[in-house]
């Protein structure tokens, strides 16, 4: 499976059978049918297997410490959600040391790989105060270039609300940028720990005056501004995307901003779903990521995300695989990973599975991995 709908069969996974795929200096160089396939030097067979891109998690918060078991239990038990619990984890983290904070993320990201992740963006947040958000971001830089300021993650306790939001468009956000791709915002007007519309819309542009690609946490709990600002401010994506009225629906077909779906939150919180079908059938582009955090949603796992959506939003398995391939680089922006046609990174991924249908087919079985052929020139 290519993504490329100019190979194989000509549908938007661009499905090849009995395919073959040159690599040269970790990029593709050629791809098409084995028996047309040039000399290479040195070769390997999946002998029978699926082989497909890499998946894009475009949405993960991996710099942390600590443990949120017991919040799940209770969750489990009907404490419902609401963003408090974060402040256990930025106290945690704050004390960490570098190598401790450093070692959970090289752990988590080398389990994402082991199920087929290539491509991981890697938020802040859990810092809350300028010195621990821009070592945030100093450690998740080590892993990745997809980085996201998310310092208006929650205003944290005791400090003043409009003090934080100095703080967070003032010194911490030029802190923070340099080591930055993105920014991004909890917006959650019903929360009393997130930020509304108009905050929101602070953060983000004082992102983009510097420089920083926008991106959004919106409409997880209710249909609230989020869906509509990230439209307005031309954002990569808006996440969540839970609930969602006629009018985001319209706004983001019409929009370059990606809905990336984590159904993973919904699962591990037992909300209702997201409707990607009807996303899908308005035209939106639609991305599935994990959202790997501690507090709501701890699962690193990316066939189990696809395995979700197939079976609770309405998605096929070939747009599952789909969002969580190539939908993921179109939420970040990238033309060189999420698919393997020519000039594409050499991000493959192998399922021990005749078809790529398997990954949903198999819920929980650990089909995907990741294929070292040694990194791309010029890959983080
Ligand atoms: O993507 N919505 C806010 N932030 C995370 C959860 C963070 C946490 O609970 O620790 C999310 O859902
Ligand atoms: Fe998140």
Not at 114 to 122: D, K
Not at 155 to 182: F, N
Not at 349 to 363: E, G, I
């Amino acid at each position: 499976m290519t993504n490329d709908p100019r190979l194989g069969d000509g549908s938007a996974l661009g499905l090849l059978t009995d395919a073959a795929l040159v690599v040269e200096g970790g990029w593709v160089a050629w791809v098409g049918p084995r028996h047309q396939a040039p000399a290479a030097d040195a070769s390997a067979s999946v002998g029978g297997r699926a082989l497909v891109p890499g998946f894009v998690d475009s949405h993960a918060h991996l710099v942390f410490a600590g443990d949120r078991s017991r919040e799940f239990e209770a969750r489990m038990t009907g404490t419902p959600y609401d963003g408090g619990g974060i402040a256990t984890t930025v106290a945690a983290t704050r004390a960490a040391p570098d190598e401790v904070l450093l070692a959970r993320l090289r752990a988590l990201v080398a389990e994402m790989r082991a199920q087929g992740t290539t491509t991981v963006e890697v938020k802040s947040g859990y810092g809350l105060d300028t010195a621990h958000e821009a070592r945030s971001l100093r450690i998740a830089r080590e892993v990745t270039d997809e980085t996201t300021f998310l310092g208006a993650h929650v205003v944290p306790a005791g400090v003043d609300r409009r003090d934080y939001l100095d703080l967070v468009t003032g010194e911490m956000l030029a802190a923070c940028a340099p080591h930055a791709r993105w920014v991004d915002v909890f917006c959650e007007p019903g929360s009393p720990h997130a930020f509304d519309g108009d905050e929101s819309r602070e953060v983000l542009t004082a992102g983009a005056a510097v420089g920083l690609g926008v991106r959004v946490h919106g409409n997880q709990a209710t249909a609230g501004p989020g869906v509509r600002l990230a439209v307005e401010l031309g954002a990569a994506s808006v996440d969540h995307c839970t609930h969602l009225t006629a009018a985001d629906v319209d706004a983001l077909a019409g929009s370059p901003t990606v809905a990336t779906l984590l159904p993973g939150v919904e699962f591990s919180t037992r909300s209702p779903y997201p409707d990607a079908a009807a996303l899908l059938r308005a035209g939106v582009t639609v991305a599935l990521a994990s959202d790997c955090n501690p507090g709501n949603c701890f699962g690193s796992s990316m066939p189990f995300v696809i395995a979700l959506a197939v079976r609770e939003t309405g998605m096929s398995p070939a747009e599952a695989l789909w969002a969580a391939t190539a939908g993921g680089a179109r939420a970040l922006r990238r033309t060189d990973v999420g698919h393997l046609g020519v000039g594409a990174r050499a991000d493959l991924t192998v399922v021990d599975a005749p078809t790529h249908r398997h990954l949903a087919y198999r819920p929980g079985v650990p089909l995907a991995r990741a294929l070292d052929l040694g990194s791309a020139e010029g890959s983080p």
